[in-house]
């Protein structure tokens, strides 16, 4: 999706109500301390706080729901900072810090929390993740509900409670909580001793942890998409960068494969759209672009969920 640059609230403000209800509305998780014309400058990253989204899937909503109350209640006994949403799919969290050098110590804080929550999305810490706006409709959602802050209260209340609340938007932010959370330290990663094991490939290509925990979701971001599409060529190409034009058209219809069995999933890449997919794809094996480096731009990201094989790369 095309990102806009905005400037201040007022500008939030004019660009939420003339879009909202026409298409759903994201804004990034982190703010950033330069920005170029048109994108924020990832390495002035603000890494201070923390997104949670509790995501169903093709589980009932109930889960999801349980999930949520039970981090809310670990958040509450500790005094934390934090804000809750229901998304119209799900719930959503925010959690806030103090400022973290390395997004991976915000990871670190992640993991003591998936032992409880198993619909947390394993691939919410990463530095261009994308949020639903609060109080803007998820067109995508069977009411369609809104996207709506909630109350402690309300999850007490029941989730149809929430549901029929959802119905509406334009309701207040609560916060909980009074500390900002101190992020663990963590070792650099070239100091790990435990490696990961390479995830089951969705289609028939090897798939990347982080990039597998990174488009197994509803709305993949877009470098998430660009990167996986570049691994891709990597494999296919012995990442040879001037290929025949035949070969060309080979790999860009294994690659579409490929991700057609991931937008097959249910609540996986909602946004699927194969003309524009194919348009992206063809203009990054055409260029022969090679997949990102671990240490330039995976790890800093946020994309690495711990130390892999390719980690030397």
């Known amino acids: 999706m095309k990102r806009v640059k905005i400037n201040n609230k007022d500008e939030f403000v004019v660009w939420v109500n003339a879009f909202n209800g026409k298409m759903n509305c994201y804004t990034s998780v982190y703010d950033f301390g330069k920005y170029a014309e048109d994108a924020a400058i990832d390495s ?26 039970r981090v809310c209640d670990v958040l509450l006994e500790q005094d ?12 959503h969290m925010i959690v806030y ?51 709506i802050p909630i109350t402690r209260e309300d999850l007490e209340s029941g989730l149809d409670v929430i549901l029929d609340k959802a119905m509406t938007g334009n309701h207040p932010q609560v916060r909980y909580g009074n500390k900002l959370v101190k992020w ?33 979701v509803e709305n993949p971001g877009h470098y998430a998409r660009v990167y996986l599409t570049q691994w891709y060529r990597d494999i296919l190409t012995m990442r040879e960068r001037h290929i025949s034009e035949e070969k060309k058209a080979e790999v860009i219809e294994i690659i579409i494969n490929e991700f057609k069995a991931i937008a097959d999933k249910e609540d996986i890449w909602l946004d699927w759209d194969e003309k524009t997919t ?11 672009y090679h997949a990102p480096s671990c240490k330039e731009k995976l790890i800093p990201q946020g994309y690495c969920p711990g130390k892999c094989w390719r980690y030397c790369e």
């Open 80 to 91: 934390v900072f934090f804000n809750m949403y229901f998304s119209g799919k799900g719930f």
């Open 184 to 216: 663990p330290n963590v070792k650099p990663i070239e100091m790990s001793d435990i490696e990961i094991n390479a995830p089951k490939p969705v289609g028939e290509l090897p798939i990347l942890p982080c990039l597998h925990n990174a488009i197994m």
């Open 97 to 147: 810090g103090e400022q973290a050098d390395d997004i991976r110590s915000i990871q670190s804080y992640f993991t003591t929390l998936t032992p409880i929550a198993p619909t947390l999305d394993r691939s919410g810490i990463q530095v261009k993740r994308l949020r639903r706006i609060p109080n803007t409709v998820n067109l995508s959602s069977k009411g369609p509900y809104f996207c």
């Open 278 to 288: 194919r348009h992206h794809v063809k203009f990054v094996v055409d260029g022969g």
């Open 44 to 69: 002035t990253c603000i890494k201070d706080r923390m997104f949670l989204d509790f995501d169903a899937h093709d589980e009932p909503l109930e889960n999801a729901y349980y999930d949520c109350i």
